[in-house]
Antibody
């Protein structure tokens, strides 16, 4: 069964850092495209980042230079390193497999940026 | 800045038909934008419905269909069921200047 499970969210001060993890099962992250999508409280979905199976990575403009997507194939896990966090980064962060129309999603991990 | 626009809200009667649209401020939506559609209910993760314009996932009921309509992406629900009341998001792919995926603001569908 294909599943993804996010973890690593929490409360962090503005300017702080956080690393989110997305553990995959039922498929291999090294052979799949993987993405992060976020949803601020009461708001819509926003694409954040995607890493292709061949390794190229892309970012939404507001997170470029601050966020980094990566993967550990041995752990079958994708990461989102978030630096210089801002209050507007507060959101529920979803991990999704992006092979066929972003077909499998986790339940999300909540990131709150506040002093 | 790329903006994808959806109807904020639509109301439909059970058994009826409703079409949601997805427009891009960069021009007509085409198959190259590979429209995806998602359903989200309160407190739940998005549920993928349609990918690459008109393809259903294995779990998507046949009453959901995707298309291109008048330069926009479109999602049609027919016949509408009470459990279809939800927020619906479209997502478009843009290849230039670099790959990006943009969600619309969502359409709240109310079944009354």
């Amino acid at each position: 069964e294909v599943q993804v499970l996010e973890s690593g969210g929490g409360l962090v001060q503005p300017g702080g850092t956080l690393r989110l993890s997305c553990a995959a099962s039922g498929f291999t992250v090294g052979s799949s495209h993987m993405s992060w999508v976020r949803q601020a409280p009461g708001k819509g979905l926003e694409w954040v980042s995607l890493i292709y199976s061949f390794g190229s990575a892309y970012y939404e403009d507001s997170v470029k230079g601050r966020f980094t997507i990566s993967r550990d194939i041995s752990k079958n896990t994708v990461f989102l390193q978030m630096n210089s966090l801002r209050s507007e980064d507060t959101a529920l962060y979803f991990c999704a497999r992006a092979d066929t129309g972003f077909d499998y999603w986790g339940q999300g991990t909540l990131v709150t940026v506040s002093s | 800045q790329t903006v994808v626009t959806q109807e904020p809200s639509l109301t439909v009667s059970p058994g009826g038909t409703v079409t949601l649209t997805c427009a891009s401020n960069t021009g007509a939506v085409t198959s190259a934008n590979a429209p995806n559609w998602f359903q989200q209910k309160p407190g739940q993760a998005p549920r993928p419905l349609i990918y690459n314009t008109n393809n259903r996932h294995s779990w998507t009921p046949a009453r959901f269909s995707g298309s291109l309509l008048g330069g926009k992406g479109a999602l049609t629900l027919s016949p509408v069921q009470p459990e279809d009341e939800a927020e619906y998001y479209c997502q478009l792919y843009y290849g230039v200047p670099q790959p990006s995926w943009v969600f619309g603001g969502g359409t709240k569908v109310t079944v009354l």
